[in-house]
């Protein structure tokens, strides 16, 4: 069984936030100094624990970006265990209910950032999810790539590919998946080395975050 709780960043523990720095070595290999930086920048911290170990976190913030409802992943990381797409699953069942609570009968963007394709399956059931193979970003979708990138401080971005580029940190949803994900070229400009990444969303439509009522515990 997969637990979640979920709780203010500003309460997270030095040991806490080495339990996450030592949950991220098989993958972004982010110190425990960089997670406290991280946890200044966001607002919520979930941790999904089994057999009463860390599985997972991830950092968000619930907010409105030019008025629009918005659910930011600004930073997370699935453990590389047999478990982890049921880890997932159990970190984005607490990311709606949170978000359906504090956004009833609203239509919410959900974003993250990505440099590979496991963190797509966090906005799997979502509604036009960019970007996306083959659909090609009009006007205001790139606007929205414009917005998000900026939000996540990515000091460039080209909205055309979605792609921007970070202080090297790699700042992502680092999750790898246990699933094999086609997503074309969506990827093919990424690099760790030079922290580059996707910027993607969502919309978590109203009758889709209704179905959240209950927390992930329940």
């Known amino acids: 069984m997969i637990e979640v709780y979920t709780k203010d960043c500003s309460a997270l523990s030095d040991a806490e936030l080495g339990d996450m720095a030592d949950l991220t070595v098989a993958g972004e290999g982010w110190e425990a100094g960089l997670l406290s930086k991280q946890a200044e920048e966001w607002v919520l911290v979930s941790q999904a624990f089994a057999?009463?170990?860390?599985?997972?976190?991830?950092?968000?913030?619930?907010?409105r970006i030019?008025?629009?409802?918005?659910?930011?992943?600004?930073?997370?990381?699935?453990?590389?265990?047999?478990?982890?797409?049921?880890?997932?699953?159990?970190?984005?069942?607490?990311?709606?209910?949170?978000?359906?609570?504090?956004?009833?009968?609203?239509d919410v963007v959900i974003a993250t950032r990505a440099n590979q394709a496991g963190p797509f399956e966090a906005l799997g059931?979502?509604?036009?999810?960019?970007?996306?193979?083959a659909v090609r970003a009009n006007g205001e979708e790139r606007a929205w790539g414009r917005r998000l990138a900026?939000?996540?401080?990515?000091?460039?971005?080209?909205?055309?590919?979605?792609?921007?580029?970070?202080?090297?940190d790699n700042l992502v949803l680092d999750h790898e998946s246990l699933k094999k994900h086609d997503l074309g070229p969506i990827f093919d400009e990424c690099n760790?080395?030079?922290?580059?990444?996707?910027?993607?969303?969502?919309?978590a439509m109203a009758e889709y975050l209704d179905r959240y009522q209950a927390p992930a515990n329940a």
């Open 125 to 133: 059931g979502l509604t036009d999810v960019r970007p996306w193979p």
């Open 192 to 203: 760790r080395a030079d922290d580059r990444h996707v910027v993607a969303w969502g919309w």
């Open 66 to 106: 030019g008025g629009t409802p918005s659910l930011l992943i600004g930073v997370g990381c699935v453990a590389r265990k047999r478990n982890r797409s049921s880890v997932l699953k159990a970190l984005m069942h607490e990311q709606l209910h949170k978000t359906l609570m504090a956004f009833p009968d609203e």
């Open 51 to 63: 057999t009463g170990k860390l599985h997972g976190f991830m950092m968000t913030t619930l907010e």
């Open 150 to 168: 900026k939000r996540f401080g990515d000091p460039s971005f080209d909205d055309r590919s979605m792609i921007g580029a970070g202080d090297g």
